[in-house]
Structure formats: structure tokens, C-alpha cells
């Protein structure tokens, strides 16, 4: 087993851009906007999913923790499982009336 150190940490092995840096910083962190500034996408989905239904809601932009608050929020909401991941929320079933719903009463104003 070889030891990783720091400066290999995202797979590169060298690179040809003189201004190269292994420590800055790309993991910054989105600031999560205000409700009534995002602009989320609610569709059904059955695609890659063994044929069962799924409401997904894209769009979101802020911290991957907020994501989960939301997506834990909108499963609580609609009784159901779900997940968030890859910046979707991913609701069990056909929910998209539900989820428009709880979105707009939320404050979530441009939801289509």
C-alpha cells in the first residue's frame, strides 16, 4: 500500500499549467439562497428506476445539508421514503401535487 499525501488528493498526477495549486480551495461551499429566490423543477420520473415512479426536484442551489433538511422535510410531508443526492431530491411515488403544494406554502414561490 502506497501512502497518499496532500497534493494528490483529487487524482492528478502532475499538470502543465504553471499557476497550479493542489491547495485551492475547489470545495468551496455554495451559500444557500432564500426560498423565494429558488427556482426548483418538480417532475415524475420512471426512467432507471425498475419501472417504479419517482418525484424528483432539481434546481436547488445551497449546502448539500440544507438539501437533506428540505428533502427530509418534503418525505416527512408526503409520508413516503426518499433521498438526496447529486443535488436532486428523489420522492417515492407520484407526489409532485404534494410536493408543489408544500413548496409553495413554504415560501418556495417559483416552483413549477
Known sequence: MSKRNKS????????????FNFDRED???????RPAQQKLRVRIETKHRGGKTATVITGFIGKEEDLGQL????????GTGGSAKDGEIIIQGDQKDK??????KNGYGDTK
Open 71 to 78: 428533502a427530509k422535510q418534503l418525505k416527512n410531508h408526503c
Open 99 to 104: 410536493v408543489i403544494q408544500w413548496l409553495k
Open 8 to 19: 494528490d488528493r483529487h487524482g492528478f498526477v502532475f499538470s502543465t499549467d504553471p499557476n
Open 27 to 33: 470545495d468551496q461551499q455554495e451559500e444557500t439562497l
